[in-house]
């Protein structure tokens, strides 16, 4: 896991007064947790809060080493891995979502939490890319 990667992340977090960000390209979850995962057609999301709280739900189909820091949320197929996502989502109402998250989890997420409001958290996530830190340089 690259601690640094994602204390920037909730830096830019705060400075946009977002509290919560759910991350599913698997290029930027490599970028921050420093594995690549793929997934398929199945939910992949590293949820991440203001206050360092590190969730990634992943399917039972993917098996993976725990990563220090990281709680896994781990779902098989007949289960609705979004609704095990959600039972940790705090209560604050604005939620970042990274461009590659598939209509049908978003949609989802939105059911369990109408009252929420989700935005575009990909430039976010972005603006942190873009700035290499020493270790990108070498």
């Known amino acids: 896991m690259h601690k640094n990667r994602i204390n920037r992340l909730i830096k830019k977090m705060e400075e946009n007064n977002l509290s919560h960000m759910i991350i ?4 930027a979850i490599f970028y921050l947790l420093d594995r690549m995962i793929s997934s398929g057609e199945r939910a992949l999301a590293l949820y991440i809060h203001k206050d360092g709280d590190l969730k990634l739900l992943i399917n039972e189909l993917f098996p993976q080493e725990e990563i220090a820091g990281v709680d896994f949320i781990w779902y098989n197929d007949v289960e609705d891995g979004i609704e095990k996502l959600s039972k940790f989502i705090k209560d604050d109402d604005l939620i970042g979502i990274d461009k590659f998250w598939s209509a049908k989890f978003l949609l989802r997420l939105q059911e369990i939490f109408p009252d929420k409001k ?3 958290g990909s430039t976010i996530v972005d603006g942190v890319r873009r700035v290499k830190d020493e270790e990108e340089k070498i």
């Open 118 to 120: 989700y935005i575009n």
């Open 24 to 27: 599913t390209d698997p290029y």
